[in-house]
């Protein structure tokens, strides 16, 4: 079957975000990425889709005004990614990101939409664009019914996945049921995200001496470099999401490096992993809690299951194992797009009026609002000096 899913020449759009919001430079990651995935057959090139790269992905707002008014910088970005697509069959666009609906209509080949930010930003990235797409690949399983109520019928769940770096390939089922583990409970997770604050800081209370880390913590911030040597020698990890999912990373990187995985939304939990086999599921922040305590005084039962999540995530949710399951998907719905019309109109097709076109570039351009408020606010200091003058005189008078 990979052989067969081999054929497709793919054209994978990625992000390139500001090192602050990574962990260091977030191209290598992409771009080290596609070179596994090359090195296991596949067929696929990247093409990073941020404007003006290392930026944030604009939100839809932004995207549609820029796409209205003719932005060069955009512009000449969808100008790139028409030759790149050249002689391809399918184009990914991984994070969702900056490709505005009317442009992506009209692309001459298979076009897929994957975003693993519903339901928090699907104002922006999913809702607005992911009808244009011919293939929406959803990484939060419990999003899936959103998409159908928008209207859109192609709708499959795709996950994350774990490359190489973020377990210890030395690991073994054995080591697992009898390797010596000293942390009780480790976590790395932003204590201030407002969605799951409150969840936090009774997990926090309960066990003062965990180890967690991130913004927000008394601990700090751990070094990515230094994570997978604590999830070797941690025993429980506690993972919570902002509201529905799983979708986070911690879902597939706690099992594969041993670690007992306690998680969140026990309902579409149980459709990725076993419950109570291969990991196990909570519905509230004090089930959790009493969870961590159980599992923390019964070591076999610990141990068995985290040696079994270990195996399924290692089997199942790995780069290739993934990247193929995803290709299965986009066979099942694939169909060329050789009688589309191979001229894309960059925005031409837009009569814009001079009007409309003053206002974006002179209100909305921050360079010349400086100059035009700048210059309102000189006539209405000399307006109030006229004023003044008038009354001046007048009063004299």
């Not at 809702?127 to 959803?138: N, T």
């Not at 923390?296 to 079994?308: M, S």
Request: glycine share 6%; hydrophobic share 35%; net charge neutral.
């Amino acid at each position: 079957m990979i052989n067969e899913l081999q054929k497709f020449k793919i054209l994978y759009g990625y992000p390139n975000y500001p090192a602050e919001n990574t962990y260091g430079d977030a191209e290598k990651v992409e771009l080290d990425y596609l070179r596994r995935l090359q090195q296991c057959g596949f067929d696929v090139q990247g093409f990073c889709l941020t404007v003006d790269p290392p930026a944030q992905c604009l939100t839809f707002r932004e995207l549609d005004r820029q796409w209205k008014y003719g932005d060069k910088k955009l512009l000449k970005l969808y100008e790139y990614l028409q030759k790149a697509i050249e002689g391809k069959d399918i184009l990914i666009n991984a994070a969702g990101i900056n490709l505005h609906p009317e442009f992506v209509e009209q692309l001459p080949v298979f076009t897929v939409f994957q975003c693993f930010d519903d339901p928090e930003n699907s104002h922006n990235l999913s809702k607005p664009v992911a009808a244009s797409y011919d293939l929406c690949l959803v990484g939060n399983i419990a999003e899936l019914e959103t998409y159908k109520s928008w209207g859109i019928q192609n709708v499959e769940w795709t996950t994350l996945s774990i490359n190489s770096e973020m377990y210890d390939k030395n690991l073994s089922y054995e080591m697992i049921l009898s390797g010596e583990r000293e942390i009780d409970l480790f976590m790395m997770m932003d204590k201030l995200a407002p969605w799951r604050r409150e969840r936090l800081q009774k997990l926090s209370r309960a066990f003062p001496d965990a180890h967690f880390y991130g913004n927000g913590w008394s601990k700090g911030f751990l070094a990515k470099k230094d994570e997978v040597s604590y999830l070797q020698r941690t025993k429980i990890g506690p993972n919570i999401h902002n509201s529905t999912g799983p979708i986070n990373l911690r879902t597939f990187y706690l099992p594969a490096n041993g670690v007992l995985q306690i998680c969140d939304n026990k309902q579409h939990l149980a459709k990725l992993f076993t419950l109570n086999e291969e990991v196990v599921g909570f519905d509230t922040i004090e089930e959790c809690i009493d969870l961590c305590n159980y599992y923390l005084t019964h070591e076999e039962e610990r141990r068995k299951i985290a040696a079994n999540g270990w195996e399924r995530a290692i089997r199942d949710y790995n780069e290739e194992a993934v990247f193929k399951r995803k290709l299965e998907i986009i066979d099942r719905y694939y169909s060329p797009k050789e009688t589309r019309n191979n001229k894309i109109i960059l925005n031409t097709y837009r009569d814009v009026s001079k009007p409309e076109k003053i206002f974006y570039y002179g209100i909305m351009n921050p360079w010349w609002r400086s100059i035009i408020l700048g210059r309102q606010f000189l006539r209405r200091i000399k307006k109030s000096a006229n004023r003044m003058s008038k009354n001046v005189i007048s009063f004299f008078e």
